[in-house]
């Protein structure tokens, strides 16, 4: 079995940030997101990459007004005990359309991407929906899934892959995608640093540092199906320059392309991610870096014969492997 390299990015714009900080001081690195995205998808033709972009729903939108056409019912959206977790009530702020709103809005970018070969349109929920916060209930969950198919379809594309925000998944929400017509969902990174460690500044800590050294080892892993959708867990976030260890940047690649190897000798997947905004800013390094890494792939390909493939192309790989099965 040929090794895997599947990318995947969490396309949210500001939508996932809004509890985390006010937007003008990420302004920056979301409209550096935007300009980044046709540089990178010159990379990824250049390196024969397919990725899947899995968008929120919201950015379909052409503007607030059709966007609200598409809104559960009250009933049916997030009730959340952290209210501020919630966009519709920030959604009320947000006057025009994608010119206007470009941190919100951005449906000429999706068509951008989905015109190049090898990227899959994917879904990060309607409303960047927290799976495991308390408050809100597997009704409201399904009725956001309904909601980000309707405008992705009226958009004209069938989405097959999902990111849940955060990684926040559940048994029960995996089988409402599995209804929903999902084939494959991206979950957390399945080592001992999230599994054994629940003090969270440690595991933060710990997680920082598996950056740039093998704490975790090296990873990879094999797609499981449950119960009709793949798992393709992900192997490593492609994290951007933080800028006290930023004397560690050449360990990081290392690390990445060390994985990449095992995955490509071993025949398993390695599965990368990361934000658009994640490269809003110092743009140049990070493509710089990235190139590197996509052209890694290009050896690896030539050597092992690994292949890139977005999420709904290694699903459908999956699929096929099983039915050749005896
Ligand atoms: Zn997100």
New binding site residues.
Partial sequence: MRGTLIVSL?F?LF???LDVCPLEDYRENVLGGRAAIPKLLDLFQKYGIHATW?S?GFLFAENASELAAYFPGEDCRPSYEKKDLSPYPRFQTIAGGEADAPCFYAPSLIRRIAAVPGQEIGS?TFS?YYCREKGQTAEQFAADIRAAKAIARDSGFDLKSV?L??NQCRPAYTQILREAGFTAYRDEENDWIHRKIQFRPLQRGLRLLDVYLPLTGLGGSRPKNENGIWNLTGSRMYKPIFPPLAFLEGLKIHRIKTQMRHAARKGLTFHLWW?PHNIGVRTGEHLKQLEEIFAYYQTLREEYGMESRNMAEAALACARTQEERP
Wanted: charged share 25%.
């Fill in positions: 969490d949210e939508w996932g940030m899995a929120v990060h960047h990111v925000p955060r934000h």
